[in-house]
């Protein structure tokens, strides 16, 4: 929709000033308008105000019914009015639109009968059974969703207000969504205000003890007089109904998408607000979002089980346990009787239920809500009467299979932790995989396979040492399906995040894979899953996490097993591991005899580079390239993952490499091939169109190479690093200058210290403060100040003869330090050697050159050093072997300056406007 309004730019500036610094970088993202400086509010708001790129209306309708409210009281508008397109037609003409004072001069909306009843529609079985227990309602069948909400609607004991006075803001918004009426911000008391008026010519309920009673005046809510003295809150405190059969309503609301789908959970917070931290949310939320999951799950086999729960209740464990997986369908069960909706059937005791609920599922389900602490929250949400409201909640949302796909589930597990890591302001290293970002990676893993993973009945093994919530174990298995419906690929997954690793066990579970596979704790220091081998690996570990937790157990495997265990090559500093995770992800591959294997994992810039010859990082890329197992390393776009926005690799390794591939590694530079999104999830604001991951993945298949793919030896990787000496050139001369800095050498000053207590160090130090005033006087004695000596070693000659006529000894580290402080470097002076004639390095003339390993040492020196030190040698006992990799600079284009003339003119024109702008101002 376009709007053409006479919103003139200072007008447009100044309703935007009623929002946020943070609403309006919003809009700027969302509408894709350039700003120069996102920080600046000014020029956000002048960039959405004066933009060419969009009119003025398409800013205005990107806003919510409450921020155009706000304008509209900036701009001395009447704010009145529930749809969004009048108020902003009212904002950009600067009047009432005849469509908003028509709906302003009828008031409420008025419901009638039918609108009644398709507004309670909204509610859940259990809901409206307590409803009509409350106002003593006959009804002619409890079980029959129908009676219950014809009772509600129809019934002449209850005025429909007094109806209204009993939902909770949730309920009431989930009646205005059923009727298609935006509920913007408004409270309860508004939402119930707009819906209560009659229709004029209909006939109001009389009340239970006069059914010739007026009728009441609309928006006056009214309560009959045997519901008065009821409790206030009898959601809570109804008396417990007769048993309800199974749900048979609506199975909860349904969505567009897992946007619409998270924001609805997240919307739980809002009943949690005050009784826990935001950054507790979680707790609650998460736990509640995997059993609605796993309810929904098993609501079509439930009576089935409870038949088989019954027959083998005396068969022993072993035969029951088999049989009651049989009798679900999936690799889990719940006996009890009790669902979501029916939990809602006894508000009394639903905590105390909620709890049997619990226990009545298996044993690999009820491992999973312990790692949620579950029991604790429930014990906390009933002392704060939270209990009803929660699950009522989550019972109004459908997340069956059918409705959302186990990767559409993922990703709402995910972006629900991403909303509370952000509340508890995780670092940015505790990340997630974006979905099209795996769909690439497991390209990569499958596309040199892709005849092989076509035949029929074809099994696979993939694993991810760090699998969060198993996102990439679900999309390589989705894919594979896709790819061969009769292939097979087995999963195994360990995660350290006891949340995570439910979330990731119950979705193994609802997909019939073998959630004993997936395995908690610290892939490092206790490796649950020692024993397998994966034809495939794919891994988005942590980036910069600190592995301290586990240096011992992995320092001592080290240490004691060396290339016998995982992590042979060497150890990364304790501030990064996530060269870690690549050791440890070798160590399950197959060997070559066997298949071999394929991994993809995800880095930051870090691995590439960090660490010079010799160190832990270093050599583990040594090891990789000289085993020939680096296969290809793609750069990505950056903003590609939710909590970061750095630039990112992705490495494939393998064992296997094709014959055209052995001795190569290819770089391809993806960091062009994105598309901005619609909207931003937190830090991610660029996405991998389809079309990207087939072109980026072609270039892979390719290997050959054009302007995105450079292709190298492994060896090009690899260099030599070299000392370069120079030679020690020192003059000596005994002047009052150099015996000053005596002083400041610690062997001299040693000389007056003692650590010997009592008359013992008193003594040795006054022997120490006399070796001082004699070694002094023999110096001054023995040398004029004038004398410069150009030669170490005649200088040494005539102090040794000196030290011998005084019958003084020194000890060795006086002797130096005496030789320090009376020399100085003179490149006219004899080269200082050793006792073997050697010539003594200077180290603060000593650096040190990368050489290629393709390249010869001498020839390199001869080219590039020897010119300009002539005396300069290697060191060749010191020469290191190191690995890195630098992308960046393989395709950096160079870009040269602009001519000084072009710059120049831009100068003068710039002082030309500002020469203009200040005449004006003076003027």
Known sequence: MRFVGSLTSSKKRQVLEVLTTERLRELAYELYITVSDHRVRDQLIQGLADGRRVDFGMVLEELKRDELKAMCRELGLDDGGRSKAPIIERILSGEPTAEVAEEDDEGPFVLTPSHKR?????????????????????????????????????????????????????ELRALYDELEIDHGGDGAAELRAWLVAEPEDSVEPARADDEDAPAPEANTPRMNEDAVQAPPSPQLELPQPPPAEPHAGKVGRTFEGFSEITSFIWSVADLLRGDYKQSEYGRVILPFTVLRRLDQVLEPTRQKVLDAAQKYADSPEAIRERMLTKASGHGFYNVSKLSFAKLLDDPTHIAQNMVGFINGFSLNVRDIVEQFRFDAQIERLERANLVFLVTQKFAGIDLHPDRVTNAQMGTIFEELIRKFAEQSNETAGEHFTPREVIRFMVNLLFVED??????????????????????????????????????????????????????????????????????????FSLDGLSEVKADYLISNPPFGVDWTKAEKVVRAEH?????????????????????????????????????????????????????????????????????????AIVALPDQMFYNTGINTYIWVVTNRKPAERRGKVQLINGVSFFQKMRKSLGDKRKELGEEHIEELTRLFGDFAEGEHVKIFDNEDFGF?????????????????????????????????????????????????????????????????????????????????????????????????????ALSERN??????????????????????ENVPLKEDID?????????????????????????????????????????????????????????????????
């Not at 003593?136 to 129809?154: F, K, N, P, Q, T």
């Not at 993973?453 to 969060?468: E, F, N, Q, S, W």
């Not at 006054?766 to 023995?782: D, F, P, T, Y």
């Not at 073997?836 to 040190?848: E, S, V």
């Open 559 to 631: 240490e004691n097993l060396g290339f016998g265990g995982r992590f042979g090559p060497g150890l990364p500093r304790k501030n990064d591991g996530s060269l870690l995770f690549l050791l440890h992800m070798l160590s399950k591959m197959k060997p070559a005899t066997q298949g071999g294997s394929r991994l993809a994992i995800v880095f930051n810039g870090s691995p590439l580079f960090t660490g010079a010859a010799g160190s832990g990082e270093s050599e583990i890329r040594r090891h990789l390239l000289e085993n020939d197992l680096l296969e």
């Open 827 to 848: 490149e006219e002076a004899e080269v200082c050697t050793d006792k073997k004639g050697n010539p003594k390095p200077d180290t603060d003339l000593r650096d040190y």
């Open 118 to 170: 398709k507004a309670l529609g909204a509610l859940v079985a259990g809901r409206l059974r307590s409803l009509v227990d409350f106002f003593e309602l006959e009804v002619d069948d409890r079980r029959s969703r129908d009676d219950l909400v014809g009772a509600l609607a129809d019934g002449r004991r209850v005025w429909f207000g007094d109806v209204l006075e009993q939902l909770n803001l949730d």
């Open 450 to 523: 892709d005849e092989a993973l076509r035949k029929p009945g074809i099994v696979r093994t993939m694993l991810d040492p760090a699998c969060g919530t198993g996102g990439m174990l679900s999309v390589a298995e989705d894919y594979l399906a896709e790819l061969n419906p009769e292939a097979e690929l087995r999963v195994f997954g360990q995660e350290l995040n006891g949340e995570s690793y439910a979330i990731c066990k119950a979705d193994m579970l609802i997909k019939g894979q073998d959630a004993g596979n997936i395995k908690y704790g610290n892939s």
């Open 859 to 923: 020839a390199y020196m001869q080219r590039e050093v020897l010119p300009h030190v002539p005396d300069a040698w290697v060191d060749h006992d010191k020469t290191k072997v190191g690995y890195e990799i630098p992308f960046t600079r393989h395709f950096y284009e160079y870009t040269p300056p602009r001519p000084l003339e072009e710059i120049e003119a831009e100068i003068r024109a710039l002082e030309g406007e500002i020469q203009g702008m200040l005449g004006e101002v003076l003027a």
């Open 720 to 820: 030599h690093r070299i000392t370069v000496e120079r030679p020690l050139k020192l003059d000596f001369q005994v002047s009052e200058e150099r015996l000053a800095r005596l002083e400041d050498e610690r062997a001299w000053q040693n000389l007056l210290t003692s650590k010997k207590k009592g008359d013992k160090g008193q003594k040795e130090i006054e022997e120490g403060r006399q070796l001082q005033q004699e070694v002094l006087k023999l110096l001054r004695s023995a040398f004029s100040a004038n004398d410069l000596y150009l030669s170490r070693k005649a200088f040494l000659v005539d102090l040794k003869a000196a030290l011998k006529r005084w019958d003084i000894k020194l000890p060795a580290a006086v002797s130096k330090a005496i030789l320090g």
